[in-house]
């Protein structure tokens, strides 16, 4: 199965997090693959075609021979087992379950930063006014869980527990 094609489904603006996580994990395997981009505004996600290929009728989903998996941590997990011969997820089982753990935190939590940050800021400089106070509290406890992460720490540490720097937030 490893020796048929890959190909991976997003947005026409490319502005989808998820399915860059997908496609820099590509990469960093060194694996060929297409992409093929769909527009999410004009409801191409929802076609006959790709409801058939993609279970949630979301960006992204890859495509490898006759089988589709949708659902960006999904994807990454798939590679590594079927391209495990450079990892993305560590190998040791705590540190490759505590970076599932993030990447779930990260999709499950912060919904205020999404609502208001979308990825446009990122990849097009749309300018947004600034964060609500529940948007600074969710940016805040971002924060903290990385710089914890940065420093190794993580294991016995709640997050948000310690002292933040105060953060200004446009």
Not at 12 to 24: G, N, R
Not at 81 to 92: C, K, L, R, S, T
Request: hydrophobic share 40%.
């Amino acid at each position: 199965m490893s020796n048929h094609p890959l190909r991976l489904y997003v947005d026409t603006q490319f502005t989808s997090p998820y399915a860059m996580s997908v496609f820099v994990t590509l990469r960093e395997k060194g694996l060929p693959f297409e992409v093929r981009t769909l527009d999410l505004n004009a409801l191409e996600n929802q076609s006959k075609n790709y409801t058939g290929l993609s279970l949630t009728q979301r960006v992204p989903t890859l495509e490898h021979g006759d089988f589709a998996l949708s659902e960006s941590s999904a994807i990454t997990e798939y590679l590594d087992e079927v391209f495990p011969q450079v990892p993305v997820y560590p190998q040791a089982a705590q540190q490759r379950a505590r970076a599932r753990q993030v990447q779930a935190w990260l999709r499950s939590d912060l919904l205020p930063i999404r609502q208001e940050r979308s990825t446009l800021a990122v990849f097009y400089g749309v300018q947004y006014a600034p964060l609500s106070p529940a948007a600074q509290l969710a940016a805040h406890k971002l924060l903290d869980a990385a710089q914890l992460l940065l420093a190794g720490g993580g294991a016995t540490t709640c997050l948000g527990g310690g002292q933040s720097p105060t953060w200004t937030w446009r």
